[in-house]
């Protein structure tokens, strides 16, 4: 029986491992709502639908019930409920602190300007934007972090959006190679800054290639920023003021596995485009 319930209860280790701890330190009767738990054990209003996720989680697995007045109680005995808060607890700082995902996934988003129907729309939300994060900002830590190379692989890009590709590789290391891949040549905007391009050490490869069977090109619509061989940003932003200044963009910045899968289509891109000389 305690294996069934720490297996349905361990995805919400980090809540009810303190829910339980409360119930094991005595507190058998309404412990109170959602809203009472959440302040009893720390946890921020912006995530109590997490809280009553997990409460009703444990409801199924008959550890915990909410009576008709809405207030939450623990079904387990004082011992069990210390013993499961113990375990829970354990479960919590292994995942956090010693297990590493295979993949993880960050996700990245960019707001239109202030006032913005859609910006007030997340916020009143119960979560609001709580778990997003800036795509400028996050872009800005990637360049910062590569260790041994950066990528920026945009379709579109306009003079704030040059501007935004020189600072990004002008912020990482001078060690690290610099790749930007775009199509249909060197862009306009880029032109004026090519002195920089050629001081940073920046390749550019153009991917629009001819094709034999018929009128059309191939090439890419694709977005995506590439650090070392297994992180990548992967999303709708283009280099452009619209994108990060007036439009709802969203991505993900994926690591691990699924980072390397798409650093290696990057890698095919590379292989197949064609270096642009910088004069």
């Known amino acids: 029986m305690t294996e069934f319930l720490f297996l349905r209860l361990a995805p919400h280790a980090a809540i009810l491992s303190r829910v339980f701890e409360l119930a094991g330190r005595g507190q058998q009767g309404a412990l109170g709502t959602a809203r009472d738990i959440a302040r009893l054990i720390g946890v921020s209003h912006a995530r109590i639908s997490d809280l009553l996720a997990a409460l009703r989680d444990a409801e199924s697995a008959g550890a915990t019930r909410e009576d008709i007045h809405g207030l939450w109680h623990v079904a387990l005995a004082v011992g069990e409920s210390r013993d499961m808060a113990l375990m829970l607890k354990g479960a919590h700082l292994f995942k956090d602190r010693i297990h590493m995902d295979r993949d993880t996934v960050q996700v990245v988003i960019s707001k239109p300007a202030e006032p913005s129907q859609f910006a007030s729309a997340l916020e009143s939300t119960l979560e609001g934007g709580w778990g997003l994060s800036a795509t400028s900002e996050v872009l800005g830590e990637m360049a910062a972090r590569a260790l041994t190379r950066f990528s920026i692989m945009t379709p579109f890009m306009d003079d704030d959006g040059a501007g935004r590709v020189i600072a990004l590789f002008r912020a990482s290391r001078a060690s690290v190679r610099k790749e930007l891949i775009v199509r249909n040549g060197l862009p306009d905007s880029l032109r004026a800054h090519s002195v920089e391009l050629r001081e940073l050490g920046v390749r550019v490869f153009d991917f629009r290639l001819a094709r034999a069977d018929r009128p059309e090109n191939e090439t890419f619509h694709a977005k995506v920023i590439r650090v070392d061989h297994d992180e990548c940003y992967v999303g709708s932003s283009n280099m452009t003021k619209w994108s990060f200044d007036y439009s ?26 064609n270096e642009i000389s910088i004069l």
Do not use: I, K, M, Y
């Open 248 to 273: 709802l963009e969203l991505g993900f910045l994926v690591s691990g596995d699924a980072g390397a899968r798409v650093s290696r289509v990057v890698d095919a891109v590379l292989t197949v485009s």
